[in-house]
């Protein structure tokens, strides 16, 4: 059984797939796991790798999809960056970008936005 967190979150990685589509690039990959953790979406930009984080907050009681991504969350992105990166010996140009999604009643999307390069690892 799936619960609202997880539906919220599903919700948010499809329209986050879709605007990065839009916008050209090329998705390899959904939920890529080791480890370390999860890459919500691995994509390609042009020639440039993009590891990616959905963040989808409903409402702003808890702040911003941007504000949930603290230090450890920081870090535990660029750990499972580099662990992709590493097993694939991957050698090109590889960024990690964060889509923020904003979803208010209904369930109606009000806001996805991709930030390039949010953190740097």
Same mark, same amino acid.
């Given at each position: 059984?799936?619960?609202?967190?997880?539906?919220?979150?599903?919700?948010?990685? %499809? +329209?986050?797939? /879709? &605007?990065?589509?839009?916008? *050209?690039?090329?998705?390899?990959?959904?939920?890529?796991?080791?480890? #370390?953790?999860?890459?919500?979406?691995?994509?390609?930009?042009?020639?440039?790798?993009?590891?990616? %984080? +959905?963040?989808? /907050? &409903?409402?702003?009681?808890? *702040?911003?999809?941007?504000?949930?991504?603290?230090?450890?969350?920081? #870090?535990?992105?660029?750990?499972?960056?580099?662990?992709?990166?590493?097993?694939?010996?991957?050698?090109?140009?590889?960024?990690?970008?964060?889509?923020?999604?904003?979803?208010?009643?209904?369930?109606?999307?009000?806001?996805?936005?991709?930030?390039?390069?949010?953190?740097?690892?």
């Amino acid at each position: 059984m799936t619960t609202r967190r997880q539906r919220l979150g599903a919700l948010g990685e %499809e +329209v986050a797939a /879709r &605007r990065l589509q839009e916008l *050209g690039y090329a998705i390899l990959q959904r939920n890529y796991r080791c480890a #370390a953790g999860e890459i919500d979406i691995v994509a390609m930009d042009g020639g440039t790798l993009i590891l990616v %984080e +959905v963040r989808t /907050r &409903r409402g702003d009681r808890m *702040g911003t999809p941007e504000e949930s991504i603290g230090p450890h969350k920081r #870090a535990k992105m660029i750990e499972v960056a580099q662990t992709y990166v590493s097993e694939r010996e991957y050698a090109g140009d590889w960024r990690m970008d964060v889509v923020a999604v904003a979803v208010g009643t209904g369930g109606r999307v009000e806001r996805c936005e991709v930030i390039r390069n949010a953190v740097e690892g």
